[in-house]
C-alpha cells in the first residue's frame, strides 16, 4: 500500500520503509508524528480524498532536523551607482523514516500530529518540542527589542519639537519616511545636501530605500533648499 501526503506546501508519494526530507516539523529525534492530510491510498482498492481521505493517516519516525543543500540568491542593479547583493540560504527540513499507513484509526491513534514550525507561532513549537526554556527567551528577546524601539520614536518626536527640517518637503518622502530619517539622525537639509555618493549608498543600504535617493533627486533639492 502506498499514500500521497500533503506538508510543508508540498506533496509526496510514501510507502512503509521510506526516508522522506520534508519541511522542518516541530519534533525531536526518535518522535513518531502522524500525517493526516491523506490525499490518495493506492493498493488494491484504491481510494480518492475530497480533498483528505477521512480518517487515514500516516505515520512516521523523526529520525533527524537538517539543512537543505545551499542555494545561492544574487542580485544586481543596474544603474548609475550599481549595487550587487548575494545570499545564501539553506532550507530547514526534518528527516523522517515511513512506519506506517493506516487506511483508518487516524484520529483516534494517540500519535502527536506532524505540524510544521512556519504554521505555528515559536511559543507553540517549543511547546509541541518540550523547549521551553527557547520560548521564554524569543518572548525576551521581543519585549526587548519593543523597548528598545520606543525610546527611537521618542526621539524623533523629540526631533520635530525642536524643529528640525521639514524633510517631506522632499519628493517622495511621507510621514512615515521622514520618521525613518529622524531615527536614523537625519534631520535637516544641510545633511542630506552635503551627502558624498558613499554616503548615498551608506544611508540607501542601511534604511532600504532601494535607489530612492537618487531616483528622486533629494541631494540637489535639499541643495535647493538650503540655498533660500
Do not use: C
Amino acid at each position: 500500500m502506498f499514500a500521497v501526503i500533503k506538508t510543508g506546501g508540498k506533496q509526496y508519494k510514501v510507502q512503509s520503509g521510506d526516508m522522506l526530507r520534508v519541511e522542518r516539523i516541530a519534533a525531536n529525534a526518535g518522535e513518531t508524528v502522524q500525517f493526516n492530510e491523506v490525499l490518495m491510498l493506492g493498493g488494491d482498492k484504491p481510494v480518492l480524498g475530497a480533498p483528505m481521505v477521512k480518517d487515514a493517516g500516516v505515520q512516521a519516525e523523526v529520525v533527524d532536523q537538517i539543512k537543505g543543500e545551499k542555494v545561492i540568491n544574487f542580485v544586481k542593479r543596474r544603474r548609475k551607482h550599481s549595487s550587487k547583493r548575494t545570499k545564501g540560504h539553506r532550507q530547514k527540513l526534518t528527516l523522517v523514516k515511513i512506519t506506517d499507513i493506516l487506511a483508518s484509526g487516524a484520529e483516534k491513534s494517540g500519535v502527536s500530529a506532524a505540524v510544521g514550525t512556519g504554521s505555528v507561532s515559536a511559543a507553540a513549537v517549543a511547546a509541541i518540542t518540550g523547549k521551553t526554556d527557547d520560548a521564554a527567551q524569543i518572548k525576551k528577546a521581543k519585549k526587548a527589542k519593543a523597548t528598545k524601539a520606543a525610546p527611537k520614536a521618542e526621539k524623533a518626536d523629540k526631533m520635530s519639537e525642536a524643529g528640525a527640517d521639514d524633510l517631506k518637503a522632499l519628493s517622495g518622502v511621507g510621514p512615515a519616511l521622514e520618521k525613518k530619517l529622524h531615527e536614523a539622525g537625519i534631520t535637516s537639509f544641510a545633511q542630506i545636501a552635503a551627502w558624498t555618493e558613499a554616503d548615498i549608498a551608506e544611508v540607501d543600504e542601511k534604511l532600504s530605500f532601494k535607489g530612492r535617493i537618487q531616483r528622486e533627486g533629494w541631494v540637489d533639492q535639499a541643495k535647493e533648499k538650503t540655498k533660500g
